[in-house]
């Protein structure tokens, strides 16, 4: 096969072609400030709006509820800096995973260097938040839980209803970085009882450099990046229109797609789960079986070192990682990956492939060939697995 073959969305996708042709416009001639009192202004303030209600459609939420950011990580810092310094008053404990995203899990050390206390909850073999501990964690003076809505490596989807209303039972606020679930998976905030989610846009085949924070009506959260007036007072900074535009079309076609898309990538899923764990030996599935996102499948392949995996992979077109994106430069295994009981051994040997819905079978069936093929011959190469064999003959 000589085309490249993408399997890696989880680290960022393609902008869709009808979400650039609607953000086009807004760098050349309709470029005007949205602050300004102006037409030209004043119809980008529009555009901002529009692609505001479009989001808080999808998630269920109210327009003003929905703020605008640079992406992900900084809707992430925004929601537990901002609230740990809203809520200190209240006190100082924060709950989250220990299979969080590193910008929660970083976010958690400078608050911990400021005097705060965090408290990492355990997941089970499946990646699953263990709900008895998180329970038992709460103290008098915890101000918030901030459990991601599925991993990014695993793909497990946790079970966000239950976090939620164990959080209200307790008068605590509940934040959930939902980039990787937004689009894949439906999400309504307040059915969820979720008083703060964030999201990106180049995760749902929108642009790179914006994404979003909800915000329930009524927290007292405050800026988190200072300066002038925009997104009514609580994060200044010229509006990144063609950004805003972009998502907003982004999330208005993942939500009219959803079903029909996600059904594919399923399919697609268990098919290529199925043979790689039919024929590939001593190769595993991480994450749960089938609470997962639609587009995840990770692996780990004992005797092997994931790396070099991805490396060949790539020489045979293939793209895919072996975990989060964010962390690639790390020759350290996987966090994730070691929370749910895996050994360094075997957690050094993962591959994370994240369709979408413009896969095919034909794709899929040479991605699993080229596997088999390229396990095989690291695995000859391997002096643990050579002892491995004669020790098991």
Known sequence: MNKTIYLDNAATTPTKPEVLQEMLPYFTESFGNPSSVYSLGQQNKQAVAQARERIAKVLGAQANEIYFTAGGSESDNWALKATAEAYKDKGNHIITSKIEHHAILHTCEYLEKRGFEVSYIDVDENGVIKL?????????????????????????????????????????????????????????????????????????????????????????????????????????????????????????????????????????????????????????????????????????????????????????????????????????????????????????GSLRLTLSDANTKEEIDYVIDSVKEIVEKLRNMSPLYEDFVKNNK
């Open 132 to 348: 008895d501990e998180l329970e038992a964690a709460i103290r008098p003076e915890t101000i918030l839980i901030s459990v991601m809505f599925a991993n990014n490596e695993i793909g497990t989807i946790e079970p966000i209803k239950e976090i939620g209303e164990i959080a209200k039972k307790h008068g605590v606020l509940f934040h959930t970085d939902a980039v990787q679930a937004f689009g894949q998976v439906p999400i309504n905030v307040k059915e969820l009882g979720i008083d703060m989610l964030s999201a990106s846009g180049h995760k749902l085949n929108g642009p790179k450099g914006i994404g979003f924070l909800y915000m329930k009506k009524g927290l007292k959260v405050k800026s988190f990046v200072h300066g002038g007036q925009q997104e009514r007072g609580r994060r200044a900074g010229t509006e990144n229109v063609p950004g805003i535009v972009g998502i907003g079309k982004a999330a208005e076609l993942a939500g009219e797609t959803m079903a029909e898309r996600t059904a594919k990538e399923v399919e697609l899923r268990d098919y290529l789960i199925n043979r790689i764990l039919a024929e590939v030996p001593y190769a595993r599935l991480n994450g749960h079986r089938e609470n997962r996102l639609p587009n995840n499948a990770n692996f780990c392949f004992r005797f092997i070192e994931g790396e070099s995996l991805l490396m060949w992979l790539d020489m045979a077109g293939i793209c895919g990682s072996s975990g989060s994106a964010c962390t690639s430069g790390s020759l350290d295994p996987s966090h994730v990956l070691l929370a749910i009981g895996l050994e360094h051994e075997i957690a050094h």
